[in-house]
């Protein structure tokens, strides 16, 4: 019989909470080792000290809990969840009149779920707690590990002599077969790893901050339902896009909204300057109108000064292992700005297309005499920083490019036409395999870096068809000059078709203003 593998786990977030589940299902000795104190304990401070960004929980993540061995895991946690079947984009008319403008996410009718980050965790944490092969350990820093002899290192924050002036906090040593990093884009396991392979680092700050706000429930709902309590709807997730900046609401269970400014940090300077906080509501009615009706200004200004202005960062490396020892997954392999809402079930599905590669290759060696659990596991270890890499590397590019989506093109006829086209012939002509990059992204499991190669076809055809379009029923030079131009000089399909669907957008407007 097969000696039961030690498994330690670095990082109690709902990927390393998920990693547990996934190790402990299989009959290893599983221990959670968490920087912080239990994540269930509402006093327990945040790393950056304020609530994440409100998730999206979408199939990747829901395939990956599905996969975990625990038949009432997705019950348990779409019970915390509320439906977000679009965007609704916010703005105001000519006129000065507002206005929202939804836009489903699929055609078919499928949407993303908003959770709660401590919600989701303490659901996990709570079926772990069940478990008799899990043990957790809060409030311990990993201050080393040495790869090749399998041991860590934790100090202990256990309020003793780690609270008491001048005395250094207590360290333990441990041993294991198998460490899983899970913990965060500032991952100690990472740091450690660079000590053993050689590892490709690349680490990008975009120019945006970000800072939290929050709508407040109806002071008088229609009647206790949880829909009544919420003060726009909470079915989407709404953007007041800016071009360079934009606010965005996320819903969550209690009937409050999550939102969040992101912009440039000249913008937050500018913001800043003025102690008072009088820029604050002015440019919020400026270019996000209508949210001082959600969020009183003297709210607003509170938020704005009380709350982090806090960084994006993006991170790609490479390998994501050593040897059969360690391997990271989650932000420590690959944070990534959050507008594509993958982070986290990129992170969910990186848990489980490690385990279904430890799996193939635990079977494909089950047979052989004597066989070596660890040359077992480092052959898998491989094959995963193989194949996960290239698609952890597009889902980043995919999350940097859906900001200027966001901020920019949902006003666009360019994308609104693109993405209506895509959604009909995914309707009409279903054979074809048709869907949007997004449907794909969110909808789907398939490979990240197979939604970029089949996104990137698609837009070769579409470019194809609209040049004939554009030859054959206006036959006007000045078109077919911006076609030429926009395939000569933009690299991405799809930031060519805009260029040529600009033309379309130009005429539409000029016929408008000329009827």
Not at 72 to 88: E, F, N, Q, S, Y
Not at 185 to 202: G, I, N, P, Q
Not at 307 to 326: D, G, M, T, V
Not at 408 to 424: D, I, P
Request: glycine share 8%; proline share 5%; with cysteine.
């Amino acid at each position: 019989m097969e000696k039961k593998q030690k498994i330690v786990v670095i990082g109690a977030g709902p990927v390393g909470s998920l990693a547990a589940l996934y190790a402990a299902s299989r009959g290893n000795d599983v221990e959670i080792y968490e920087l912080r104190g239990d994540l269930r304990d509402p006093s327990t401070t945040p790393l950056n000290f304020t609530k994440s960004i409100n998730l999206a929980l979408s199939e990747r993540g829901l395939n990956a809990m599905r996969h975990a061995g625990q038949p009432k895991l997705i019950d348990h946690v779409k019970a915390a969840t509320i439906p977000m079947r679009g965007r609704m984009i916010h703005g105001k008319k000519p006129n000065g009149q507002l206005y929202e403008e939804a836009q489903d996410y699929d055609i078919h009718g499928r949407a993303i779920l908003a959770i709660d980050r401590g919600g989701l965790n303490k659901r996990l944490l709570d079926i772990l707690e069940e478990m008799p092969n899990v043990t957790f350990f809060f409030n311990h820093k990993l201050t080393g590990a040495d790869f090749n002899k399998n041991k860590a290192w934790f100090e202990v924050k256990d309020g003793t002599s780690s609270g008491e002036k001048g005395q250094r906090a207590r360290e333990i040593e441990i041993d294991f077969d198998f460490m899983i990093g899970a913990d965060g884009a500032h991952s100690a396991v990472r740091y450690h790893l660079m000590k053993y392979t050689r590892m490709d680092y690349e680490q990008q700050y975009i120019d945006t901050l970000w800072c939290e706000f929050q709508i407040q429930p109806k002071e008088n709902p229609e009647d206790d339902s949880l829909m009544s309590k919420f003060r726009i709807s909470p079915n989407h997730l709404h953007i007041w896009p800016g071009k360079k900046f934009m606010f965005i609401a996320i819903p969550s269970d209690d009937g409050t909204f999550t939102c969040t400014l992101f912009a440039p940090a000249e913008l937050y300077t500018f913001l800043q300057s003025d102690p008072s906080g009088a820029h604050i509501p002015d440019f919020f009615d400026t270019y996000f109108p209508g949210v001082t009706d959600l969020i009183p200004p003297a709210q607003l200004i509170s938020s704005f000064h009380s709350n982090p202005h806090l960084p994006l960062i993006s991170i790609k490396c490479k390998p994501y292992h050593y040897s059969s020892s360690a391997v990271i997954v989650g932000d420590a392999a690959h944070a990534m700005v959050p507008f594509y809402g993958q982070g986290m079930n990129a992170g969910l599905e990186d848990v489980r297309i490690l385990f279904d590669i430890l799996d193939k290759h635990a079977r494909m060696d089950e047979e052989t005499v004597d066989h070596d659990p660890a040359s077992t596991r480092e052959r898998a270890l491989d094959e995963y920083s193989r194949v996960r890499v290239q698609d952890a590397h597009a889902i980043n590019d995919l999350a940097l490019q859906n900001y200027v989506e966001m901020r920019a093109s949902v006003l666009s006829l360019s994308y609104r036409f693109r993405k209506w086209l895509e959604e009909q012939l995914s309707v009409w002509l279903p054979g074809l395999g048709w869907q949007t990059k997004y449907s794909r992204v969110s909808f789907g499991n398939e490979r990240y870096s197979e939604v970029v190669r089949k996104s990137e076809h698609q837009g070769r055809v579409l470019m194809r068809a609209l040049t004939g379009l554009l030859f054959g029923a206006l036959g006007g030079p000045l078109v077919a000059v911006g076609v030429v131009m926009a395939v000569r000089y933009r690299r991405a399909v799809d930031v060519g078709l805009r260029a040529a669907m600009g033309n379309v957008d130009s005429m539409v407007e000029y016929m408008t203003m000329n009827r």
